[in-house]
């Protein structure tokens, strides 16, 4: 079976968030199977494909509306991810650094897609399976069924996973020339609330729709924005499944980003060096139980409380906290404000910073994750991993991987994303800590837990099974 997976980011080729992490890890459990899954992404102007080998297999061109753009198409020689990569380079459009965020995002995502598509539609390329990713893919399944420029591509079966639904992607249909002539009939697949909205497109259009967590496509139904009846209305075609996190990429014992690397037999002295390690780079001390926030501060993570949660808890309670991420100014201004007051008891590091974050889970006592969204949530998972307890609210995926430990499981959990739950969590946080023998013994636990690909890769299989037609 031949699948190809369409993204915009990839791990570690360009990575701004969880997509990267998925789309870099499920195809390399998908191989261990025995299937041949490859990747297709833009080509990013980075320091990634600037040392990678590359070689150009293919050269072609797509009409975006009256506007013709040449492309090339690239396969990944050198470093081996695992998996076969190619990347689409157009000038100009599909050649930046920087992922997201420009004025012609529509433009860029647009033309990804129909250059994707003019290559698969030859058919010697055309794939079993074709698995978009999130909404700056979610026209190719509209496009494949309803165009007449890929009607080679009309049996192919799609699968359109929904990563988070608070971005859709919308345009007006003043660009629906942008797309390739099809039957007018067909044009409500496109349309949400008098928009073009990608995201519905592929969610109407997929064969099958997935999302990265089971809860996570049930709490769609009653909050999608703005999408709840639409997922309602196509439920027989949905499903949740869970993601898993890459366990050779995320092993504490070969990890190269850590000062030591550590097994549950050296877990103490291993995550003791790595502690050390933080509180001697930020100033705090390895005396005190170490919180930490790994993520992007918006609304969204919960972010905007942070203030107000660091402050209360660090004015009462004898605890260290580091925060790495960046996002809304207004809650960086805020977290690097408080840097003063707590300056031997708090630090924060705007920016991404991959090792940094390898150097947290392996460090960090808790890590707090008070999500409003957390459509599946990598982070707990990697913490577990680590040997770090997660501190998480009920939403989500993380309603899916995190037990109470008050109900007989292995992490902190609470209900709201409210500053009393997370400071309630975390003085329950610290009366754990203080109990040295079961809060190593708990350690010792959260390790063992798997969170790898192998069971959602099957699942994945499974499902591209049932869609393919027996020839």
Not at 209 to 215: A, L, Q
Not at 241 to 263: A, C, F, H, R, S
Not at 404 to 419: L, W
């Amino acid at each position: 079976m031949n699948i190809l997976h369409v993204s915009i980011e990839c791990y570690p080729i360009a990575k701004v968030g969880g997509l990267a992490d998925v789309v870099g890890a499920l195809p390399k459990y998908q191989k261990s199977l025995g299937y041949n899954p490859s990747v297709i992404i833009p080509f990013h102007q980075n320091q990634f494909t600037r040392d990678a080998e590359l070689t150009k297999i293919h050269k072609g061109s797509i009409q975006l509306g009256e506007v013709s753009h040449l492309y090339s198409l690239y396969k990944l020689i050198s470093p081996d991810l695992g998996f076969t990569v190619y990347m689409i380079h157009v000038p100009r459009l599909l050649d930046r650094s920087k992922v997201y965020g420009h004025s012609d995002d529509t433009e860029r995502f647009i033309t990804f897609q129909l250059a994707v598509l003019d290559w698969i539609n030859i058919p010697e390329n055309m794939p079993d399976i074709v698995h978009c990713h999130d909404h700056h893919t979610g026209l190719i399944p509209f496009m494949m069924t309803y165009t007449t420029t890929y009607t080679n591509l009309q049996l192919t079966p799609s699968v359109f996973t929904i990563h988070n639904a608070q971005y859709q992607g919308q345009l007006s249909f003043n660009k629906l020339y942008y797309i390739p002539s099809f039957d007018r009939k067909k044009i409500g697949m496109l349309d949400w609330d008098h928009r073009i909205n990608p995201l519905a497109a592929g969610i109407k259009s997929a064969w099958k729709v997935t999302t990265v967590s089971p809860n996570y496509m049930k709490e769609l139904q009653v909050n999608a924005n703005g999408l709840e009846s639409l997922l309602r209305n196509e439920g027989k075609k949905c499903v949740g499944i869970l993601n898993g996190i890459d366990t050779e990429t995320w092993n504490p014992e070969t990890d190269p980003m850590l000062v030591k690397n550590y097994k549950l037999s050296t877990l103490v002295s291993g995550r003791k060096a790595n502690k050390k390690w933080l509180c001697d780079n930020f100033d705090l001390s390895i005396e005190k139980p170490l919180f930490a926030f790994i993520g992007r501060l918006v609304t969204e993570k919960g972010a905007d409380l942070l203030a107000d949660i660091l402050e209360e808890s660090l004015s009462n309670t004898g605890i260290n906290i580091l925060i790495l991420g960046s996002g809304n100014q207004e809650i960086e201004e805020k977290l690097k404000s408080l840097r003063e007051r707590f300056i031997d008891r708090y630090h924060v590091h705007i920016g991404y910073d991959e090792q940094l974050s390898h150097m947290i889970y392996a460090g960090a006592d808790f890590l707090l994750m008070p999500s409003r969204v957390e459509p599946c949530g990598l982070n707990q998972m990697y913490a577990l991993r680590y040997g770090t307890i997660p501190i998480v609210r009920r939403t989500g995926g993380l309603k899916d991987t995190v037990i109470d430990i008050g109900d007989g499981g292995f992490g902190i959990c609470h209900d709201q994303t409210m500053v009393w739950d997370v400071c309630y969590s975390i003085k329950r946080a610290i009366a754990l800590y203080q109990d040295q023998v079961a809060y190593k013994k708990l350690q010792r636990r959260i390790m063992k837990i798997d969170h790898s690909w192998h069971r959602s890769a099957q699942e994945y299989i499974d499902l591209y099974n049932s869609l393919i037609q027996p020839k």
